[in-house]
């Protein structure tokens, strides 16, 4: 099964660069590395320019539209295998993990889609996140199915559809809402360092927001979502709150991952 990797950018350069490093330290190397640039500045350009690349980097130099645009360029360019959307300033944890990763596929020839944990930020802490993908469970958002750990085949974007660029934040919930049909696998250990500097981050309730829209477009109303997005929504501004901030602590000191 081949391994390809998507990396899109927007004037970052030194993401990119800590990026790049973890891919080529793997001791299972991917068969396809695309750069899909769409800065405005040539930093990034110059630097892919100025130096002999690795024979799987493949690197694209041009506007897009946003982030969907920039994933289905990615998608589009990259061979039959599977595709992990390993964003700029997200790295591969370890040296290690590619090869985990064919040991699994091997495991789990029938996969079309596959999931695992991630290490992020939290109130400050570096925690390792990430669960099954329940389709009971879509209702709940991303539910810690975390989108940089995903690898999915081809084949699969083939048949549910490109990333829609309707959505500015919540296009891979979005995606997964329609990968609920496909076979899927859970690999259980950590596979990617996530910056979590992205606009979902920042922009928190407004993702909140679109996943609702979301959720709608697929699924109809429903209760228990809007039960649980007033949920997340007070959990969200308990949390900034020194109170909160205590709670989250003696959680993690529990062992807790989730509220």
């Known amino acids: 099964m081949h391994l390809i990797l998507v990396t899109i950018c927007f004037n970052n350069l030194s993401d990119v660069q800590r990026t790049c490093e973890s891919v080529?330290?793997?001791?299972?190397?991917?068969?396809?590395?695309?750069?899909?640039?769409g800065s405005t500045d040539s930093a990034i350009a110059d630097w892919f320019s100025g130096k002999p690349l690795p024979s799987y980097r493949k690197v694209i130099n041009e506007r897009d539209t946003?982030?969907?645009?920039?994933?289905?360029?990615?998608?589009?360019y990259a061979g039959e295998g599977m595709i992990q959307l390993l964003n700029s300033g997200d790295e591969l944890l370890h040296e290690k993990v590619l090869e985990q990763i064919a040991d699994f596929l091997r495991q789990h020839p029938g996969a079309a889609?596959?999931?695992g944990k991630i290490v992020m930020k939290r109130a400050g802490h570096w925690v390792e996140v990430?669960?099954?993908?329940?389709?009971?469970?879509l209702y709940r958002g991303m539910r810690s199915v975390s989108h940089p750990s995903w690898f999915v085949h081809k084949n699969a974007y083939k048949r549910v559809g490109e990333y829609n660029g309707a959505y500015k934040i919540a296009m891979d919930y979005d995606m997964m809402c329609r990968l609920t049909k496909e076979n899927y696998a859970?690999?259980?250990?950590?596979?990617?360092?996530?910056?979590?500097?992205?606009?979902?981050s920042h922009q928190y309730i407004a993702s909140l927001d679109e996943n609702t829209k979301v959720y709608e477009?697929?699924?109809?109303?429903s209760l228990l979502l809007n039960f649980w997005q007033m949920r997340?929504?007070?959990l969200h501004h308990l949390l900034q709150t020194p109170i909160g901030k205590f709670l989250f602590n003696l959680k993690k000191k529990m062992g807790g991952e989730n509220w």
């Open 24 to 37: 080529d330290k793997q001791t299972c190397l991917p068969d396809e590395h695309w750069i899909i640039n």
């Open 66 to 76: 946003g982030i969907a645009d920039a994933f289905n360029k990615g998608i589009r």
């Open 113 to 115: 889609w596959i999931s």
């Open 130 to 137: 990430g669960k099954p993908f329940e389709s009971s469970k």
């Open 186 to 200: 859970f690999y259980n250990f950590a596979s990617v360092r996530f910056d979590d500097s992205g606009i979902s």
């Open 217 to 221: 477009s697929h699924f109809g109303s």
């Open 232 to 234: 997340l929504k007070m």
